[in-house]
């Protein structure tokens, strides 16, 4: 049981950091498509050639920077709360709320990425297709680290709890002695 523990716990480590990892990898995305351009930007300089008031503007660029900041908190929290947990730093395993929650927006990420490639093919660009395409398999591996990651740890407290209780038991039948 102790074997099978370790090997979860480590499985719980290596998942809390491809969160890390990918969390990097958002980073570094946001920064590129910012810098050097792409769609979302452009669609970005469609909206401002409508326009529109300065203020609407300010708030449209800071509710995407709010999205991103506290997507970014998000994901680095249960990195570092998984590794952590993982290594036995911390009996708690609250991080796997903000888990449930990353995994379901990446689920809607990663169907509506899909359905717009299906729905708009036929009008997109070759590059376009493939940049969306492999953004959405980027968000899928994403999401599979994020469901092992949810099941190592699950799996980890069960298997803790186990080992309590069993330990409980043995120390009860040895006082009864």
């Known amino acids: 049981m102790f074997k099978e523990l370790r090997k979860y716990q480590n499985l719980t480590v290596i998942c809390g950091t491809g969160v890390i990892i ?15 351009g792409s ?7 469609d909206i401002e050639s409508a326009q529109i008031e300065p203020w609407i503007e300010i708030v449209i660029v800071l509710f995407f920077v709010f999205t991103a900041v506290l997507d970014i908190w998000l994901r680095l929290h249960v990195g570092i709360r998984s590794i952590r947990f993982g290594r036995g730093r911390s009996r708690y395993s609250k991080y796997l709320i ?3 929650l990353i995994a379901a927006f990446t689920i809607i990420l990663v169907v509506l990425n899909c359905a717009v490639v299906v729905s708009e093919f036929s009008t997109m660009d070759e590059d376009t297709v493939e940049r969306t395409l492999s953004y959405a398999v980027i ?3 994403n999401l599979a680290n994020l469901l092992e990651l949810i099941y190592a740890s699950n799996k980890v407290k069960k298997l803790q709890k186990m080992i309590a209780e069993t330990a409980e038991n043995e120390k009860g039948e040895h006082n009864a002695a």
């Open 139 to 141: 968000e899928f591996t």
């Open 98 to 100: 903000s888990a449930y």
């Open 22 to 36: 990918f969390t990097l990898w958002e980073i570094a995305k946001s920064f590129l498509s910012v810098f050097m």
């Open 39 to 45: 769609s979302s930007s452009s669609t970005i300089s």
